[in-house]
Nanobody
Framework: QVQLVESGGGSVQAGGSLRLSCTVS????????LAWFRQTPGKERELVAT????????EYADSVKGRFTISRDNAKNTVFLEMNALKPEDTADYYC??????????????WGQGTQVTVSS
């Protein structure tokens, strides 16, 4: 019954920006760590950004530090990923996830279906 729905993906040129959102339903949203992952064919799903539920501290993959920002709105049950200065290597399917304890591909409890981001040079 828990649903996570991503939106905001699309195609942009290098240097452009996108803002992804993920709305969560039927979940006690505020008590879950939230994360964004991305995946391309033939590669493992990669953790991009995490925001902790308790103190809202954030963590980022080295490849996106300084360019991406994760945030959450508990009143609207929504997590965002603002992506700036996009590069072709950012092209991937992006997934949001809700994690009750540890954050990771094997540890997160609920996943969205993904939204595609394509960055052209």
């Amino acid at each position: 019954q828990v649903q996570l729905v991503e939106s905001g993906g699309g195609s942009v040129q290098a240097g452009g920006s996108l803002r992804l959102s993920c709305t969560v339903s039927k979940l006690t949203f505020k008590y879950y760590n939230l994360a964004w992952f991305r995946q391309t064919p033939g590669k493992e799903r990669e953790l991009v950004a995490t925001i902790n539920w308790r103190d809202e501290t954030t963590e980022y993959a080295d490849s996106v530090k300084g360019r991406f920002t994760i945030s959450r709105d508990n009143a609207k049950n929504t997590v965002f990923l603002e992506m700036n200065a996009l590069k072709p290597e950012d092209t991937a399917d992006y997934y949001c996830a809700a994690c009750s304890n540890r954050v990771g591909v094997a540890e997160c409890d609920y996943w969205g279906q993904g939204t595609q981001v394509t960055v052209s040079s």
